[in-house]
């Protein structure tokens, strides 16, 4: 007896409830096809957001070159400027060669000077050009370690000076550092040496942009009548990546 009861217990039926659901044919394959095609969809995905990514980057280099380009554009236009207010004054030394050489006019007309005789003459009108770069003794310097545009130089009440510039970084993969430093040019050829206050108000540690305002007090009395400062830009090794002349504007 004992050993039927044992048997009834091991091999007891399920008599539970039980259900079915019925799957049509249709539904069942196209759930097949999109757990199949799924592998396809996530690379596919992948794809394109590999695409988007490559398609940002150019745009953010665009938008870099086209800011780039605006910079030096209004550089230009206010340089432009500056000549058109230069030439609109009827003593301005020079002022009739700089109209023909815009105008295309090289040929001497009745009672003027030749050519010859022209740049000889602006030559003699411009003595304080040995003193400044852009010759063989004392050459402007360029080296693409930072881009410097928007320069302005304008004297102020009190004997001080306006130094503003723009500091732009080449490359954006590093850090560029260095110091911004200025010299004095006054049309009698004498030189001055601008001390900041503080001093480290020219050093830089840009990324990529940098707007510098330094202002700086002139060494006693000077006369600022065609006056140009020499401006120079060192990296951190203390080497001259650039440098300038640029006219004091009154």
Known sequence: MKYKESLSIIFMRDNGPRRSFRVRRGLFYTVLCFFACLPLLSAGLGWQCWKLWQDNGLLRANMLRFESDYQEAQATAERLEHLEELLRE?????????????????????????????????????????????????????????????????????????????????DNQRLASGSVSGTLLTADGSKHPLSFDPENVGDFRISRFKRTVIVVRLPGRLNLVNAQVILEVRNQDDSVVFRNIFPVEQ
């Not at 109209?99 to 030749?114: H, M, Q």
């Not at 010859?116 to 852009?134: M, Q, S």
């Not at 080296?143 to 304008?154: A, P």
């Open 90 to 170: 009827e003593n301005v030394q020079g002022r009739t060669l700089a109209l023909r050489r815009l105008g295309g006019e090289d040929v001497a007309k009745p009672g003027e000077a030749a050519p010859a005789d022209r740049e000889e003459a602006a030559k003699a009108e411009a003595p304080r050009g040995a003193e400044g770069p852009g010759h063989e003794d004392f050459p402007a310097i360029d080296r693409d370690y930072v881009k410097v545009d928007n320069v302005q130089v304008r004297a102020l009440r009190g004997g001080k000076l306006r130094m503003a510039l723009d500091l732009r970084n080449t």
